[in-house]
């Protein structure tokens, strides 16, 4: 299967990737984040370009805020949202974490310029306030409370909605597996804005509001299996076959390429058809 192309292999600074990433938009999209970029910059004019997940990424002594780019909305994820201020009430997405706190723009929308500019000065003074912070009183993961692995590797994950208990999930996945984890969760993010999150039964399920889940994936011993819940209706239907009639499954492993072109087209024909309701 396909991978897609990093920023290291392509050898190309980032900066020059958020402009590719802007021009292939071509659309009100691409406007939208030029524009914010801008801001950022003018905000913090110190402020380092990154590419990573595939989406433009801005840093100052830490993560500052991601931009992703879907059909109907421009995201801009900010790292430690969740501790910011924001008295103008900026941050209208993933307003259900203890972490991150996000911004979504849609064709149309205006941004308070001056409220945007003083949400990014104030994500840089947290990040620098952490990193002078003294090591000996950074918060540390504690060894008792990584969540265990059961069977295969599988992450032992409380059941709870949101995306914060699927992003805990995909931390604890072991080795290679995580970074799977991480592409499938973006992958399903992009193709399906309006995407609902959850874990149960120690995996993440997506699904739409009001139409029930659509696929889940889990941690094997030598792959990852990802379910979809009505693949029998895809076209083509992933290769997998099951049990359950309309199940079918695609498993992923270690050495295999993603093809990640095809795995958003089922995302899309699935999030598309009425899903499973346990």
């Given at each position: ?34 524009r914010l970029r ?95 912070m003294p090591s ?132 899309r024909q699935a ?8």
């Open positions: 299967m396909k991978k897609k192309i990093d920023s290291s292999s392509r050898g190309e600074p980032p900066s020059r990737l958020i402009d590719a990433r802007i021009r292939e938009l071509d659309d009100w999209r691409g406007e939208t984040l030029s801008a801001l950022i910059k003018q905000a913090d004019p110190a402020v380092v370009e990154e590419w990573k997940w595939d989406v433009p990424v801005w840093s100052h002594d830490g993560l500052i805020c991601t931009g992703e780019t879907y059909r109907s909305v421009v995201k801009l994820t900010f790292h430690r949202g969740a501790r910011m201020k924001d008295p103008r009430k900026l941050f209208n997405s993933s307003l259900e974490g203890n972490t991150r706190r996000a911004i979504d723009l849609h064709e149309g929308d205006e941004v308070d310029e001056a409220a945007f500019k003083a949400l990014i000065r104030e994500a840089v003074t947290l990040n620098t306030r952490y990193e002078r000996k009183v950074k918060p540390k993961a504690s060894a008792a409370a990584k969540p265990a692995l059961l069977a295969g590797g599988n992450p032992q994950i409380a059941k709870a909605g949101g995306d914060a208990p699927v992003q805990a999930y995909i931390a604890a996945m072991p080795a290679w597996k995580r970074e799977v984890g991480r592409r499938l969760d973006a992958l399903v993010a992009r193709t399906v804005p309006e995407v609902r999150k959850a874990v149960k039964w120690n995996s993440p399920f997506y699904g739409i509001e009001g139409q029930g889940w659509f696929l889940n994936f889990h941690c094997y011993a030598k792959y990852v299996k990802v379910a979809f819940f009505r693949g029998a209706s895809l076209r083509p239907p992933p290769p997998g076959e099951s049990r359950q009639e309309e199940v079918r499954y695609l498993d992923i492993r270690e050495d295999d390429e993603l093809d990640e072109a095809q795995l958003a087209t089922w995302i999030a598309a058809l009425p899903g499973w309701a346990p």
